[in-house]
């Protein structure tokens, strides 16, 4: 049994925990939650390993991605410690573990390295356009690359090795065992969650990257973006307001890395609609700036959000639904 750890405790709250240590074990969160059964102590067994400090047993779990957020245990905690929002923050926590470059736990509990990335992005983008190293074709062109090139990367040298450092510890860690055939036959369950989740952005990038929406004279693929893009912009819109007004328990708190998702989501749609409508009408030319801010948005889209930020919890959570069946 590992030694309690106090400061792990404290660890959390940069993640975004707030008043879990309030909790005194009452079950309520249990009694309330659809995941608890009789076996499973659920939420309440996260809630105790992080207030005891037991990270690497929390380092195991597959718990915190199954948990729907739907704010029914915080709703009823009597104490006010919501064990809702400690899930959350054990994803962010999770996330940082998985990550073999450290960054994304740098970013999360750090607001000034976000923005700071951010600003790079900014300014070495003004400065190759103001350096006149390419001419708008060329930017079109060579931003259409870039999209192809960073999505391969980001899951080719990022991800996709983060994805293993989290089998290793939820599923080979405890089981050292490999049946190909349970792996096999539940790809499904894969398949469809991350279908599930992320269509929406999925269809608009395949339009933009691999149909190069922004280059294209098919009919087809040009109503497929506006179609995707806009469905982006009112999802997304509707989820800040909801963010604004905390119509739910869920909603009520937010960290910056739930606004920078969506933020960035939203601008990528809607700056997307506008430079297709530009390019519609020939107006693209006089008003170039705003491909530029599309590009940016991008970029940082592409090497911040995804790799880094809230993006990577529709992946993970894919992937622990797909080792829960695994593990069965």
């Given at each position: 049994?590992?030694?309690?750890?106090?400061?792990?405790?404290?660890?959390?709250?940069?993640?975004?925990?707030?008043?879990?240590?309030?909790?005194?074990?009452?079950?309520?969160c249990t009694?309330?939650?659809a995941?608890?059964?009789?076996?499973?102590?659920?939420?309440?067994?996260?809630?105790?390993?992080?207030?005891?400090?037991?990270n690497?047993?929390?380092?195991?779990?597959?718990?915190?991605?199954?948990?729907?957020?739907?704010g029914?245990?915080?709703?009823?905690?009597?104490?006010?410690?919501?064990?809702?929002?400690?899930?959350m923050?054990?994803?962010?926590?999770?996330?940082?573990?998985?990550?073999?470059?450290?960054?994304?736990?740098?970013l999360?509990?750090?607001l000034?390295?976000?923005?700071?990335?951010?600003?790079?992005?900014?300014?070495?983008?003004?400065?190759?356009?103001?350096?006149?190293?390419?001419?708008?074709?060329?930017?079109?062109?060579?931003?259409?690359?870039?999209?192809?090139?960073?999505?391969?990367?980001?899951?080719?040298?990022?991800?996709?090795?983060?994805?293993?450092?989290?089998?290793?510890?939820?599923?080979?860690?405890?089981?050292?065992?490999?049946?190909?055939?349970?792996?096999?036959?539940?790809?499904?369950?894969?398949?469809i969650?991350?279908?599930?989740?992320?269509?929406?952005?999925?269809?608009?990038?395949?339009?933009?990257?691999?149909?190069?929406w922004?280059?294209?004279?098919?009919?087809?693929?040009?109503?497929?973006?506006?179609?995707?893009?806009?469905?982006?912009?009112?999802?997304?819109?509707?989820?800040?307001?909801?963010?604004?007004?905390?119509?739910?328990?869920?909603?009520t708190?937010?960290?910056p890395?739930?606004?920078?998702?969506?933020?960035?989501?939203?601008?990528?749609?809607?700056?997307?609609?506008?430079v297709?409508?530009?390019?519609?009408?020939?107006?693209?030319?006089?008003?170039?700036?705003?491909?530029?801010?599309?590009?940016?948005?991008?970029?940082?889209?592409?090497?911040?959000?995804?790799?880094?930020?809230?993006?990577?919890?529709?992946?993970?959570?894919?992937?622990?639904?797909?080792?829960?069946?695994?593990?069965?």
């Amino acid at each position: 049994m590992p030694g309690i750890n106090l400061k792990f405790a404290r660890k959390l709250k940069k993640y975004g925990a707030t008043d879990f240590n309030a909790c005194y074990n009452c079950g309520t969160c249990t009694a309330v939650c659809a995941l608890s059964t009789e076996k499973d102590s659920f939420p309440r067994e996260m809630v105790r390993l992080s207030s005891l400090g037991f990270n690497n047993e929390i380092n195991k779990s597959l718990k915190p991605w199954l948990c729907y957020y739907c704010g029914e245990c915080t709703t009823h905690c009597p104490m006010e410690a919501k064990p809702g929002e400690l899930m959350m923050s054990l994803r962010r926590y999770l996330i940082s573990t998985y990550d073999w470059t450290g960054l994304s736990g740098l970013l999360y509990r750090n607001l000034t390295a976000c923005i700071i990335a951010f600003m790079i992005v900014i300014i070495a983008i003004a400065g190759m356009f103001y350096s006149k190293t390419f001419s708008q074709d060329e930017w079109l062109h060579y931003g259409h690359y870039f999209e192809m090139f960073a999505i391969a990367a980001v899951f080719g040298i990022l991800l996709f090795p983060n994805i293993i450092r989290m089998w290793y510890f939820t599923v080979w860690s405890q089981s050292k065992s490999l049946s190909l055939k349970k792996y096999f036959s539940s790809l499904k369950d894969l398949f469809i969650h991350m279908f599930k989740l992320v269509i929406s952005y999925l269809m608009l990038l395949f339009t933009t990257v691999f149909l190069n929406w922004f280059e294209t004279d098919n009919l087809a693929v040009i109503i497929m973006g506006y179609v995707f893009s806009a469905i982006i912009f009112i999802v997304t819109f509707d989820f800040v307001i909801r963010r604004i007004r905390k119509r739910s328990e869920k909603s009520t708190f937010s960290h910056p890395s739930d606004w920078f998702f969506v933020i960035w989501l939203f601008l990528m749609g809607i700056s997307a609609f506008a430079v297709r409508l530009l390019i519609d009408n020939g107006q693209l030319i006089h008003n170039f700036w705003v491909y530029l801010f599309h590009l940016t948005i991008l970029v940082q889209w592409a090497l911040i959000i995804v790799p880094f930020g809230k993006w990577t919890h529709f992946l993970y959570r894919s992937f622990a639904m797909y080792f829960d069946k695994v593990k069965g």
